[in-house]
């Protein structure tokens, strides 16, 4: 088997950097029951289980909130912000369930978010409050702002495996380079034209030609929808009706890099909600927790990541350090994030080229919502 990679490294969205950070893939979502974990196992690549990002959906427990006064909600504080998101999570269920039995027209989920908004009149802070929760599920988690997904489906077919999750000790580059031993891997091949009309399949790269008996293509949906790739014949029509109506989102994180640790060591996730919630991220993820690192990890998904990557670096580094500020407080340093290598931040690419893998640091965008 031969393995034909446009980019000069193997992995796609999953890429550790040299300090360990995972700029994309990160977690195993659901430990128990994910072929994954059976699959490091097997591998015997260290993980641990460290509750992740399942820690604000399900285990909201363990996750320090910071709120609008820039201290940490006292527990009664922070379950109210739960109990008003998952009314309006079962309201909006409701509505759907309504709206698919009387097989009414789809609508986006946004316009249904802010009926139920507007009829429950909540006032700022628990209307940031919802948002916030909103934001953890939608804008980080399936990666899309309600504004471009389904009412009646957004949920359809999403399915978690069980007990939280795990990250691993050698990031998810690991797993990446353990299947790659014994592989024949060509780097900087892109893959430009597949014919398969005339018996054994003929692959037209920018590097010469390759004949196979089968080809197994697992390029993302953005490079097919981008039509990068000549398919002759063409691709079946349902096959390219699917990729036309399919979309995708988008995550980017910004990765900051510290001399020191100033935040408290055993914390993992620091919930954020002391501003505005649409226009700054959920969450900060210490890697000192996890991997023993100086190192902070924001999270922006959707229209928000997708603003970041148009920032300049000074932008992102003044942005990153009023978040760590308003937690920390003034001993939050200003991060070592530019120049490189001491910072990252991931931008999106969605028809990867050698040229493009060369730029910045980048993981492409993510589908929603199977991420
Ligand atoms: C920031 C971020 C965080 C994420 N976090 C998690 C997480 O915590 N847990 C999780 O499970 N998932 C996570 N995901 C999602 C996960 O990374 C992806 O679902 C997964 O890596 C996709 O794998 P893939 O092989 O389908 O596609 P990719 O990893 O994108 O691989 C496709 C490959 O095809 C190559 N390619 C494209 N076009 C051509 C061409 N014409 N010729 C040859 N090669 C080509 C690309 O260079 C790439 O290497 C995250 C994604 C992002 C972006």
Redesign the pocket.
Same mark, same amino acid.
């Given at each position: 088997m031969r393995v &034909? /990679?446009?980019?000069d490294r193997?992995?796609?969205? *999953?890429w550790t950097d040299g300090d360990g950070v995972d &700029?994309?893939?990160?977690?195993?979502?659901g430990t128990e029951g994910n072929p994954l974990t059976e699959l490091v196992e097997q591998l015997e690549i260290p993980f641990s289980y460290v509750g992740g990002d399942s820690s604000y959906t399900g285990g909201f427990d363990s996750l320090i909130l910071f709120g609008p006064d820039r201290q940490i909600a006292p527990a009664m504080a922070k379950s109210h912000t739960l109990e008003l998101a998952d009314k309006v999570l079962h309201e909006l269920e409701r509505r759907a369930e309504i709206a698919r039995r009387r097989d009414d027209p789809d609508r986006p989920l946004v316009a249904v978010v802010d009926e139920i908004l507007a009829e429950a009149a909540y006032g700022y802070a628990d209307e940031q409050a919802v948002r916030y929760h909103l934001n953890v599920i939608l804008r980080e988690d399936v990666a899309e702002d309600p504004g471009g997904l389904s009412f009646k489906y957004w949920e359809d077919g999403y399915r978690v495996y069980g007990y939280g999750d795990s990250v691993l000790h050698l990031g998810y580059q690991a797993v990446v380079e353990a299947l790659a031993r014994d592989l024949t891997i060509e780097l900087e091949?892109?893959?430009?034209q597949i014919d398969t009309s005339a018996g054994a399949v003929r692959v037209t #790269?920018s590097r010469g030609v390759y004949e196979a008996d089968k080809v197994l293509v =697992?390029? !993302?949906l953005g490079?097919l929808k981008a039509n /990068? *790739?000549d398919f002759s014949p063409p691709l079946p029509e349902v096959k390219r009706h699917a990729i036309e109506r399919l979309g995708f989102g988008t &995550?980017?994180?910004i990765a900051l890099h510290y001399d020191e640790r100033f935040w408290p060591a055993d914390q993992y996730v620091f919930g954020y909600l002391c501003r505005e919630t649409d226009s700054y991220p959920t969450v900060v993820i210490s890697m000192w927790k996890s991997h023993g690192k100086p190192i902070l990890v924001l999270l922006l998904g959707a229209s928000l990541g997708r603003a970041m990557e148009t920032w300049t670096d000074e932008k992102v580094s003044d942005y990153a350090t009023t978040v760590v500020r308003d937690i920390f407080g003034r001993k939050a340093l200003r991060p070592n994030i530019f120049p490189e290598p001491h910072g990252h931040r991931?931008r999106t690419h969605t @028809? !990867?080229t050698p040229a493009s893998?060369s730029t910045l640091p980048h @993981? #492409?965008? =993510? !589908?929603s919502p199977n991420?």
């Open positions: &034909l /990679e446009a980019r193997i992995g796609g969205r *999953i &700029l994309g893939a990160h977690w195993i979502h091949t892109v893959v430009q #790269t =697992t390029v !993302p490079v /990068e *790739i &995550l980017n994180k991931t @028809a !990867p893998a @993981a #492409t965008s =993510t !589908p991420r």
